[in-house]
Nanobody
Framework: QLQLVESGGGLVQPGGSLRLSCAAPGFTLDNYSIGWFRQAPGKEREGVSCISTSGGSTAYADSVRGRFTISRDNAKNTVYLHMNSLKPEDTAVYYC??????????????????WGQGTQVTVSS
């Protein structure tokens, strides 16, 4: 069974940067589209960004477009979420998810087949 592991979260000041990683030890992610989602306390889960199997197509939520960049290195079986100009409202648990398809998108998170345990991102001074 595919298991996803997120890493890279932490505490950062407003305006700072973090890079989240999503890996699947022992598995290849080549055939999976990957999505990043987040959930803040008391709020619904929100789609943040997603990337196709080849990395040629990406999508972003309006709230992060221009600040976050998703990328993947299939040779390393890892997907990254580069987060710049972080704001307090970016504080949440961030999850990566994998779908056995070329493109998963952000509109239907329940269609993703596998989910990681999440990594906490806290943006605060």
């Amino acid at each position: 069974q595919l298991q996803l592991v997120e890493s890279g979260g932490g505490l950062v000041q407003p305006g700072g940067s973090l890079r989240l990683s999503c890996a699947a030890p022992g598995f290849t992610l080549d055939n999976y589209s990957i999505g990043w989602f987040r959930q803040a306390p008391g709020k619904e889960r929100e789609g943040v960004s997603c990337i196709s199997t080849s990395g040629g197509s990406t999508a972003y939520a309006d709230s992060v477009r221009g600040r976050f960049t998703i990328s993947r290195d299939n040779a390393k079986n890892t997907v990254y979420l580069h987060m710049n100009s972080l704001k307090p409202e970016d504080t949440a648990v961030y999850y990566c998810a994998a779908e056995i398809s070329v493109w998963g998108g952000l509109a239907y998170p329940d269609e993703y087949d596998y989910w990681g345990q999440g990594t906490q991102v806290t943006v605060s001074s």
